[in-house]
């Protein structure tokens, strides 16, 4: 099992920036990949970032592309989401997700089998 706990949301105005942490703990954290997808009121969750076990690939949702930056830290357990340029379309909450399947498609949610409590991002116009 793998526990993820997210820290880090809040309410910004749009321009603004947040960082999102997510820490993880109960497996080899380097052995999985880690990502995170939002989830808006009335919409499907939706492909944020994923980065791979040793933080060599990275993979954007286009909506987020040169905005959002992911990287992770494997000594510390922990992954982050660096999110600039915030949107008000960017609220919502923020799943952090793992899963050591790496060969599998990162933009899928059925994809992960740990996911996190969620972060509320709310971005006001």
């Known amino acids: 099992q793998v526990q993820l706990v997210e820290s880090g949301g809040g309410l910004v105005q749009a321009g603004g920036s947040l960082r999102l942490s997510c820490a993880a703990s109960?497996?080899?954290?380097?052995?999985?990949?880690m990502g995170w997808f939002r989830q808006a009121p009335g919409k499907e969750r939706q492909f944020v970032v994923a980065?791979?076990?040793?933080?060599?690939?990275?993979y954007y949702g286009d909506s987020v592309k040169g905005r959002f930056t992911i990287s992770r830290d494997n000594a510390k357990n922990t992954q982050y989401l660096q999110m600039n340029s915030l949107k008000p379309e960017d609220t919502a909450v923020y799943y952090c997700?793992?899963?050591?399947?790496?060969?599998?498609?990162?933009?899928?949610?059925?994809?992960?089998?740990?996911w996190g409590q969620g972060t509320q991002v709310t971005v006001s116009s």
């Open positions: 997700v793992a899963d050591s399947r790496t060969f599998l498609a990162y933009a899928n949610p059925n994809n992960y089998n740990y």
């Open positions: 109960g497996r080899t954290f380097s052995n999985y990949r």
């Open positions: 980065i791979s076990p040793s933080g060599a690939m990275l």
